[in-house]
């Protein structure tokens, strides 16, 4: 049974930063696609972040110079370091393995909220 475990959200101003983790397991990181979703309050989950099971990492435009996300593959854990972080930023973080680099795999784990204040 694959589980998926967020952990490292909080609260923080803005320009702050944080580092989640996401620990697994049932699967292997490195041999899967892997990446961070974004939920922000009353709004669609999105893709902030990937690292392909190669190790390449991908990012939107949006988080492009302020997130970096990483994995350990002897914890078999991913992160996600965020960086200057804005209110829009705030929301609840997902991690999850992915298919064809965006499509999640796995049912969502309960997430770790961010709380980004001005």
């Known amino acids: 049974q694959v589980q998926l475990v967020e952990s490292g959200g909080g609260l923080v101003q803005a320009g702050g930063s944080l580092r989640l983790s996401c620990a697994t397991s049932?699967?292997?990181?490195?041999?899967?696609?892997m990446g961070w979703y974004h939920q922000a309050p009353g709004k669609q989950r999105e893709l902030v972040a990937t690292?392909?099971?190669?190790?390449?990492?991908l990012y939107p435009e949006s988080v492009k110079g302020r997130f970096i996300i990483s994995r350990d593959n002897a914890k078999n854990t991913v992160y996600l370091q965020m960086n200057s972080l804005k209110p829009e930023d705030a929301g609840v973080y997902y991690c999850?393995?992915?298919?064809?680099?965006?499509?999640?795999?796995?049912?969502w784990g309960q997430g770790t909220q961010v709380t980004v204040s001005s």
């Open positions: 999850n393995a992915l298919v064809q680099i965006n499509i999640p795999l796995y049912s």
């Open positions: 049932g699967l292997i990181v490195s041999n899967n696609d």
């Open positions: 690292i392909t099971a190669g190790g390449r990492p």
